[in-house]
């Protein structure tokens, strides 16, 4: 079982590939080694050139502090764990990666220069090392975006085999599909002994349980992933890291609580036993208090800034069709209380009625149509933009929603919810959510449960920030809206 934490650039880049993805992998890891250096380099002579540009006189002793922090700059990236492989292309360790390499090494320069009494140091920490390490984020930022582009079209993938039974593998098939971004590829399934399936999905099933070692033999399978099964208890997948260890084949395993993030789950040695302690969510308290004052600002700073175009755009609505600019309605917040949401109107005014002789192109639950009669000529790029959502600033800066959150029920939809469903109710609805940056209306009605629960059970203002900044991305596609 391959379990990576802190090599060094030289024996991540010198290993022998053992795997398909072996190849790709050290290929590009060696990328971001040269784009990293680069960006060190880039940053050094910037400042060099701005001093000998004004006028100041170098000494040949910065030149070569210069070279040796140039050098030094993968080296502290890589200590910082930048080049793991399990911190690239997802998630946001590789850039907290990145961040702890270069404060560390500027506070070790500040250190060293103020130990040694060096003056020459200065302007390299004050403008070097600082640039360099922007540099060095938009690099790897425009480095993972490439990734996803390319695992968009089948590359750069990692082949997996799926262990557990035939539901838990289908859903996994389905989320690594909808989301290559992951880099996972299930190419063959181990099921219980007892099921007879031959292929799931398009997924060929390899063997059973007891075969898992051997069907990544003959498959050359870059990694196992073991979802939640009783069957498979922790004396068997202590055997199965066994077998796996000989190829270095990483095994992953799905706890049975799922959809809860890495900072609400923590392992704690009791009685030698380690044992998984999940935090529960907060939903009152100081955070709640920050992520309200947070909402409220930005949403006001946002009208202020957008008043001329919210005015512009509602006036396109009127001289385009007869009826109001605004559309209300009663939609379900948090804790079940109801209040009025205000957007653009995009359908002609007698939409509702017009509804009962329209066909449900989404499920039972929620109505959409890719092409809604109803829908105007300018409300259909309102909706593809998002723009028509932009008045709901007004009900997050009255408390009554979040600018991130599950998305906002009808009173028909609540009646027809669940207990589980009922979840999303505990927090405020939304602008933005997990689900608008996941397809907006080309989920299911499944996938926008599972997604909005998701952000429930492991909200945080640094959680609604990512997802604030994927939203501009997503809109400005405009894919799934309609």
């Not at 031959?198 to 099933?205: A, E, F, H, N, Q």
Request: with cysteine; proline share 5%; charged share 25%.
């Amino acid at each position: 079982m391959r379990v990576r934490t802190g090599e060094s650039v030289g024996a991540l880049l010198n290993a022998q590939p053992r795997h398909a993805s072996s190849i790709w992998t050290r290929a590009y890891l060696r990328l971001l080694l040269s784009g990293d250096t680069a960006c060190a380099l880039l940053a050094c002579a910037s400042v060099l050139a701005v001093r000998l540009l004004n006028g100041v006189y170098v000494p040949a002793e910065e030149f070569l502090l210069g070279a040796g922090l140039v050098t030094a700059w993968p080296v502290t990236l890589a200590l910082g764990g930048a080049y793991r492989q399990r911190a690239n292309g997802e998630g946001t360790d590789e850039f907290k990666a990145v961040l702890n390499g270069g404060v560390g090494l500027m506070a070790a320069v500040a250190i060293g220069a103020y130990a040694t009494q060096t003056p020459i140091a200065r302007s390299f920490v004050m403008a070097m090392l600082p640039l360099g390490l922007i540099a060095t984020l938009y690099f790897r930022y425009r480095m993972r975006k490439r990734l996803h582009r390319r695992r968009a079209v089948g590359e750069y993938m990692r082949e997996v085999i799926a262990v557990g039974h035939r539901e838990s593998v289908l859903d996994l098939v389905m989320q690594f599909r909808r989301q290559t971004y992951h880099g996972m590829r299930v190419v063959g399934a181990c099921l219980p002994a007892e099921r007879q399936d031959d292929d799931l999905d398009g997924i060929p099933v390899l063997g059973t349980f007891a075969d898992v070692a051997d069907v990544v033999a003959r498959t050359g399978a870059d990694a196992v992933a073991v979802l939640a099964c009783p069957e498979l208890d922790g004396v068997a997948l202590r055997r199965l890291a066994w077998s796996l260890e000989t190829d270095r084949t990483d095994l992953f395993v799905a706890p049975a609580l799922l959809d809860v993030a890495g900072p609400r789950i923590s392992i704690r040695p009791v009685a030698g036993m380690p044992l998984l302690h999940v935090e529960h969510p907060e939903f009152d308290g100081t955070r709640q208090f920050v992520k309200s004052v947070f909402d409220r600002l930005v949403a006001g700073s946002a009208l202020l800034v957008l008043a001329g175009p919210l005015l512009v755009i509602a006036a396109l609505i009127r001289a385009t069709s007869p009826g109001p600019a605004l559309f209300h309605q009663i939609r379900v917040g948090r804790g079940g209380g109801e209040f009025r949401l205000v957007k653009f109107r995009t359908m002609v005014p007698e939409a509702e009625r017009l509804k009962d002789g329209l066909a449900n192109e989404f499920d039972d639950v929620l109505f959409k149509m890719r092409n809604d009669p109803r829908v105007t000529r300018i409300g259909a790029y309102l909706r593809r933009y998002s723009l028509d959502e932009l008045p709901q600033l007004l009900n997050v800066v009255r408390g009554e929603m979040s600018l991130v959150g599950p998305r906002p029920p009808l009173r028909e939809e609540v009646a027809r919810y669940g207990a589980d469903v009922r979840r999303r109710l505990v927090v405020k609805p939304g602008m933005t959510g997990l689900w608008q940056v996941s397809g907006r209306s080309d989920l299911t009605w499944e996938e926008s449960v599972r997604l909005d629960l998701r952000y429930v059970e492991n909200w945080s203002l640094v959680l609604d920030l990512q997802i604030l900044w994927k939203t501009w991305s997503v809109v400005a596609r405009g894919e799934g809206a309609y």
